[in-house]
C-alpha cells in the first residue's frame, strides 16, 4: 500500500472496531476508575477486560490500518486480556468463580479462532463467531448459577421486598387518589366486575333462551310428530276390539257389583229363612204335640160329668140364641122405617150387623132358633 | 457469503450496512413490527375479553367434526396462525377443516379474580357449544397447545363423553413432578417461591413478568443469541418476516390473572395435583383416566417450557385405546412453526385428524 494512501475511513470494519472500541473503553474506564474508590472492586473484571482493550488498541494506532491483519488483532487481544484477567483470578477477586469461567471461555475460544480459520473483518461477524463459539459455555455458566441455591437465596428476599414495595406504593397511590375524590384504578376495575357479573347474567339468559329455541316446534318437527302419529294410530286400530271387549267386561263386572249389592239384603232374607226353619221346626214339634191332643180329648170326653156339663152349656146357649133373635127382631123393626130414605143403603147395613162388637154386646137378645143353628154349628166346628 | 464480502468497502456498501443497522436499531428501540393472524376470521361469540373465533373456509368443507383450538392464559394465540404461509390454521382450513379457535384475551385488573374454575367450566363448555351450533356438528375436536392443553385435558376429563370426538395436546403439560421441570422445578420449589407474593401485590400478573421467567430458563438464548440471529439475518438480507412475528409474539404477552395464577404456581408446579387426582373445580374432581376418547399428544425433544416428561405422563393417565405419542426434535414453538413443522407435525396433523372428523 502506498504510503499517501489515506485510511480508508469508518467503511473499513477493522477501522470501525478501533474507533468504537477507543471511544467505549475510554468511557467505561472513566467511569469505572472515578467509581473505584468508593465502592468495593466489583468491577474488577470489566475494569481487566477494558485494560486488556486498551493494550490491544495500541498496535493498531501505530500500524497502518490497510495492513493490519484481523488475526494478528484478536492476538493481541486474547494474549493481553487472558494474562490480565488469570492476574485478576489469582488475587482472589472473583468469589462466583465469574473470573475463572471467563478466562476458561476465554481460551477456548482462542483456540478455536486462531486455530487457522479465515477471519471475517466485519464487526458483527467476528461478534457472532465469538458468541456462537462462547454461548453454550456460557449458556451452562449462567443456568448453573441462577439455578442455585446461593442465587435463589438472594432472589427470594429481593421478590419479598420488590412486591412489598409494589403492594405499599399501589395503596399509597389509592389512598391518595381516594383524598383527591379521584376515581382509582380498583374503582374502574369494580365498575368492569360489575359490567362482567352482568353480561354473565345475560349469558346465562341466551343459554336458557337456546335451550328454548332447540325445544321449540318447528313445522318439521310437528310433521315428524304428524307422521309418527299416523304410525301410532294405525298401530292403536285393533286395539279398539280389544277395548271393547274390555268395555264389556268392566260394564260385566259393573253389574256383578249390583248384583253384589242387590245379594245384600239376601242375607238377612238367609237369617230369617233360618229362623223360619226354626219355627218351622218347632211347628213340627207343636204339631207333635197336637197330635197327642184328640187321644186327651178322647180321655176327656169319657168324664162323666161331661154331658151335664154339656147341658147346661146348651141351655145358656138357647138363652142366648132367643136373644139374638129377638135383637134381630128389633132391628128389622127398625130398618122398615127409614126404608123410603135409604133404599139401598139398608140391606147392606143388616148385612153388616153381625159383626163381633155388636153380637157380643146384644148376647142376651138372640133368638133361640138361631141360638141352636148357631150352637150346633160351634160344637160341629170344635 | 454476505454482499459486503462481495463488493468490498465502498460508499454504497457503507450505506448499505448504515441502513441495516438502522433497521435493526429500529427494532431494539421500537420492537418487532410485523401483520400477524392473518387467516380470515369472524368473531361469533364473545364473553368478558375472550372472543371466539370461526375462520372463514378456502375451500369447501370437507371433515363434519370441527375444530377447537385453546391456547394458554400467556401469550397470543396467533403464533398458531402466524403469518400467511407459516400458519398451522391456514394449514388446516386449506386442507378442508372447520377451524375454530377460542382467544382468551387480555385480563384486566377486574379479572383478577378468575381462575380455572371459570375458564374450565364457565367459558369453555359455552364455547363448545357456540362451535357445534354454528358448524352444524354433533361432535367436535378439541386441539390445546401448552397450557390451554392443560386446561383441555382437564375440560375431556369433565366432559368425555359426546360431544368431544377427539382431543389433540400440543406440548401440553401434565406431570409436574420436580424433577421433570429443569430451572422451573427449582425457582418454582415452595421454599423458594411463594406466588401469592405477586398475585397480591399486582392482582393481574403482568405479561413481561411472566415472560421473564420463561426468558430465564435459557437466558442466554433468549436475551442474547435471539438478538445474535437478528443482526445475522438483517446483515446478511435474509428474511425478516418469521423473526419479526415470532419476536412480536415472545414479547406480547398477557397478563395472568391472580386467582388463576396462584392456582397454577401452587397446585400444578409445586404440589403437582393433577396427575395425582386432587384438582377439584367447584367439587367436580378432575380424573383423567376419564378421558376415553382418541388421543394425539406431541412433544418437543427441545422444549424447556413443556418438558418431555411433563407430556408423556399423559400416555399413562388417560384410558384412551386409540392414542399417540408423537415426538419432534423441536422446541416449545418450533413444534407448530417454520418450515420443520410444515414437513412434519402439520401432515401429521391432518393424517391423524382425517380418519377421525368424517
Known amino acids: 500500500m502506498p504510503e499517501d494512501r489515506k485510511p480508508q475511513g469508518s467503511a473499513d470494519p477493522t477501522a470501525l472496531w478501533r474507533q468504537w472500541s477507543e471511544t467505549t473503553s475510554k468511557a467505561w474506564s472513566s467511569a469505572l476508575e472515578a467509581s473505584k474508590g468508593q465502592y468495593a472492586d466489583s468491577y474488577n473484571l470489566y475494569r481487566s477486560w477494558l485494560k486488556s482493550m486498551g493494550i490491544a488498541q495500541e498496535p493498531t494506532k501505530l500500524t497502518p490500518l490497510g495492513i493490519m491483519n484481523p488475526k494478528e488483532v484478536w492476538k493481541l487481544w486474547f494474549d493481553s486480556t487472558i494474562s490480565v484477567w488469570r492476574t485478576a483470578a489469582e488475587s482472589g477477586g472473583d468469589p462466583l468463580g465469574l473470573i475463572t469461567t471467563w478466562l476458561k471461555l476465554m481460551e477456548e475460544t482462542q483456540a478455536r479462532i486462531l486455530s487457522g480459520e479465515a477471519l471475517p473483518t466485519n464487526l458483527f461477524a467476528l461478534y457472532k463467531q465469538w458468541y456462537d463459539a462462547t454461548s453454550d459455555t456460557w449458556a451452562k455458566f449462567v443456568e448453573d448459577t441462577i439455578g442455585s441455591e446461593k442465587f435463589l437465596e438472594v432472589v427470594r428476599p429481593f421478590l419479598e421486598s420488590y412486591t412489598t414495595f409494589i403492594k405499599t406504593f399501589r395503596n399509597a397511590e389509592e389512598e391518595y387518589l381516594r383524598s383527591l375524590q379521584i376515581p382509582t384504578r380498583s374503582d374502574v376495575a369494580r365498575v368492569a366486575e360489575l359490567v362482567i357479573s352482568l353480561e354473565e347474567k345475560v349469558d346465562q339468559i341466551d343459554d336458557s333462551l337456546e335451550d328454548g329455541y332447540s325445544r321449540m316446534a318447528t313445522r318439521q318437527s310437528i310433521g315428524e310428530l304428524d307422521r309418527r302419529l299416523s304410525q301410532v294410530e294405525s298401530k292403536l286400530a285393533p286395539l279398539s276390539t280389544v277395548a271393547e271387549k274390555v268395555g264389556a267386561i268392566e260394564s260385566t263386572t259393573q253389574r256383578l257389583g249390583q248384583i253384589e249389592s242387590n245379594l245384600a239384603p239376601l242375607s238377612i232374607v238367609a237369617e230369617k229363612v233360618g229362623a223360619i226353619e226354626n219355627i218351622t221346626q218347632r211347628l213340627g214339634q207343636v204339631e207333635g204335640k197336637l197330635d197327642t191332643l184328640p187321644g186327651v180329648l178322647e180321655k176327656v170326653s169319657k168324664f162323666e160329668d161331661l154331658p151335664q156339663r154339656m147341658d147346661l152349656v146348651e141351655s145358656k146357649l138357647n138363652a142366648v140364641l132367643a136373644a139374638l133373635e129377638k135383637l134381630v127382631a128389633q132391628a128389622s123393626a127398625k130398618s122398615a122405617k127409614p126404608a123410603d130414605a135409604a133404599p139401598r143403603k139398608a140391606p147392606k147395613k143388616t148385612t153388616s150387623q153381625p159383626e163381633v162388637k155388636s153380637s157380643e154386646s146384644q148376647v142376651g137378645q138372640s133368638s133361640p132358633t138361631l141360638e141352636v143353628k148357631s150352637s150346633e154349628s160351634q160344637v160341629g166346628a170344635e | ?358
Open chain 2, 1 to 358: 457469503m454476505t454482499k459486503e464480502h462481495s463488493t468490498g468497502f465502498g460508499i454504497d456498501n457503507t450505506l448499505d450496512t448504515f441502513k441495516k443497522y438502522e433497521t435493526g436499531m429500529r427494532i431494539l428501540l421500537s420492537g418487532a413490527q410485523a401483520d400477524t393472524g392473518q387467516t380470515p376470521k369472524e368473531v361469533i361469540w364473545t364473553k368478558n375479553k375472550a372472543k371466539l373465533y370461526r375462520y372463514e373456509p378456502t375451500i369447501e368443507k370437507r371433515f363434519p367434526v370441527p375444530i377447537l383450538l385453546i391456547y394458554a392464559l400467556i401469550n397470543r394465540p396467533y403464533v398458531l396462525d402466524l403469518m400467511p404461509g407459516n400458519s398451522l390454521v391456514e394449514y388446516l382450513v386449506h386442507q378442508g377443516f372447520d377451524v375454530y379457535m377460542l382467544d382468551w384475551g387480555t385480563p384486566g385488573d377486574e379479572d383478577k379474580n378468575l381462575t380455572f374454575e371459570n375458564y374450565v367450566l364457565d367459558y369453555l363448555p359455552r364455547a363448545v357449544r357456540k362451535v357445534l351450533k354454528h358448524s352444524h356438528a354433533q361432535e367436535f375436536t378439541l386441539f390445546g397447545f401448552c397450557m390451554g392443553g392443560t386446561m383441555a385435558a382437564m375440560y375431556a376429563a369433565l366432559f368425555p363423553e359426546k360431544p368431544l370426538r377427539n382431543l389433540i395436546l400440543l406440548t401440553a403439560p401434565m406431570d409436574f413432578t420436580r424433577e421433570n421441570l429443569g430451572l422451573y422445578g427449582v425457582w418454582m420449589d415452595e421454599k423458594n417461591f411463594n406466588p401469592d407474593l405477586l398475585a397480591d401485590a399486582f392482582g393481574t400478573i403482568p405479561g413481561d413478568l411472566i415472560d421473564i421467567g420463561n426468558r430465564m430458563v435459557k437466558p442466554v438464548t433468549n436475551y442474547v443469541g435471539t438478538y445474535v440471529t437478528m443482526w445475522d439475518r438483517i446483515l446478511q438480507d435474509k428474511s425478516m418476516d418469521t423473526w419479526l412475528a415470532m419476536n412480536k409474539w415472545v414479547n406480547d404477552g398477557v397478563p395472568f390473572p391472580g386467582a388463576a395464577y396462584k392456582q397454577w404456581i401452587r397446585e400444578f408446579y409445586q404440589r403437582n395435583k393433577l396427575v395425582k387426582g386432587q384438582i377439584i373445580l367447584r367439587g367436580r374432581r378432575i380424573d383423567l383416566s376419564r378421558i376415553t376418547c382418541p388421543v394425539l399428544n406431541i412433544a418437543g425433544k427441545r422444549d424447556h417450557i413443556c418438558t418431555l416428561p411433563q407430556a408423556e405422563a399423559t400416555m399413562r393417565l388417560i384410558s384412551s385405546k386409540d392414542k399417540e405419542f408423537y415426538v419432534l426434535d423441536a422446541g416449545h414453538v418450533g413444534l407448530v412453526t417454520g418450515s420443520d413443522a410444515k414437513k412434519n407435525l402439520w401432515p401429521h396433523l391432518r393424517n391423524w385428524l382425517e380418519p377421525r372428523s368424517k
